[in-house]
């Protein structure tokens, strides 16, 4: 649960700096956007390559832990922006190599408490992201964005030396892809990919409002919805079946991107982006919990389009930074939409295995 935390408090720390990052830089407006893509990116690409290394489990988390700490040290005290970018893409791959193998080998060591204990390290991922967001606005307002983002790093570090020592080897099987759950994996990467694009122009957004890098940070509280996003969404599957609650997730999304898109107040602008958060995550939940019951070929395939749908939306912002946040706000539902159309297509394909 603690990788989960410490690896996406480093992951996010980033997101409300952006603007902040651009001055540093001297960078045009939007340019930041890659770095928050680049590590998502990564994480496409190094989440194939790890279940390949003939290496013990601790080594893997370990290694992987460590280099988090390693390339965000280095992100931070960059002389250019493009160094930050390649750094933050290194610091991506090293993330890669926890998530996969963490979920594995908590269902090989515990195998009666599997879903609990699965449950409480997708809260473990929900609380990083939440924490890194609002401590990367606070930080880089006390004591700079360098300083913010190299602090918010080193925790990882510690933790990497505990597993470092563990001796369990454990063997992830190879993921392949499976074409027969192409809607699914759309799904997927729409989800991150609203999330991510709405997320990062809201600092633009806020500072144009006159808000400072710490008021910032602290917006993006918000996170702490996916939590029982992701727990309500669940429930609703139970009781109204998969393909109705993810149809209604999506609805949630798209209601609260149009009235997100009319606020008149940062307040309700502040209750839009909560509700927004609140439908995602109980979709991410709904659609990822499908994908796993199909094997790991799917799963590990829907991961992929998730996190790529996230680094998308990092390299559309400076096109839709000069069109203002309302015309982001409106991707975002044209992505909605296709999302909701997606959906019960997704979930009534036959699972591969003939399950």
């Keep these: ?27 045009p407006p939007g ?81 009666d408490r599997t879903q609990a204990l699965a449950g409480l390290l997708v809260s473990g991922n929900a609380l990083g992201g939440a924490l890194g967001r609002v401590l990367g606005g606070v930080v880089a307002e006390l004591l700079g964005v360098r300083e913010a983002i190299l602090l918010l790093s080193l925790p990882s570090l510690p933790l990497g030396f505990v597993f470092l020592r563990d001796r369990t080897r454990f063997q992830l099987p190879v993921a392949r892809h499976e074409g027969s759950a192409w809607s699914l994996y759309g799904v997927g990467a729409t989800i991150l990919f609203i999330n991510l694009l709405v997320s990062n122009l809201l600092p633009y957004h806020l500072e144009r409002s006159g808000w400072g890098q710490a008021r910032i940070g602290v917006f993006y509280l918000a996170y702490l919805a996916g939590i029982a996003g992701a727990s309500l969404g669940g429930i609703a599957a139970g009781r109204l079946g998969a393909p109705r609650a993810l149809v209604s997730a999506f609805g949630l999304v798209l209601v609260s991107l149009v009235g997100m898109s009319l606020a008149r107040s940062l307040l309700a602008l502040f209750v839009g982006f909560v509700a927004m958060l609140s439908g995602l995550f109980a979709a991410q939940g709904i ?43 409106g991707v975002a539902v044209l992505v909605a939409v296709g999302a909701l159309g997606l959906s019960r297509r997704a979930l009534r394909e036959p699972d591969p295995a003939g399950a």
């Design 1 to 27: 649960m603690l990788t989960g935390v410490v690896l996406f408090c480093a992951l996010y720390a980033p997101q409300p700096m952006l603007p902040a990052i651009e001055r540093l830089y001297a960078a």
């Design 31 to 111: 340019s930041a956007g890659a770095v928050m893509s680049a590590p998502l990116l990564a994480l496409v690409l190094a989440s194939w390559v790890y279940p390949r290394l003939r290496l013990r489990a601790g080594w893997v988390l370990g290694g992987g832990l460590a280099g988090v700490t390693v390339f965000g040290a280095l992100a931070a005290y960059a002389p250019s922006l493009p160094l930050f970018v390649a750094f933050r893409f290194c610091q991506g791959s090293c993330i890669a190599a926890v998530p996969g193998l963490a979920f594995a080998l908590v269902a090989h060591l515990y195998p």
């Design 287 to 329: 659609a990822g919990g499908v994908a796993g019951r199909r094997g790991g070929g799917v799963s590990g395939t829907y991961v992929s389009a998730y996190y790529l749908g996230g680094g998308v939306s990092g390299l559309c912002v400076p096109l839709l930074l000069p069109r203002g946040f309302t015309a982001g706000l």
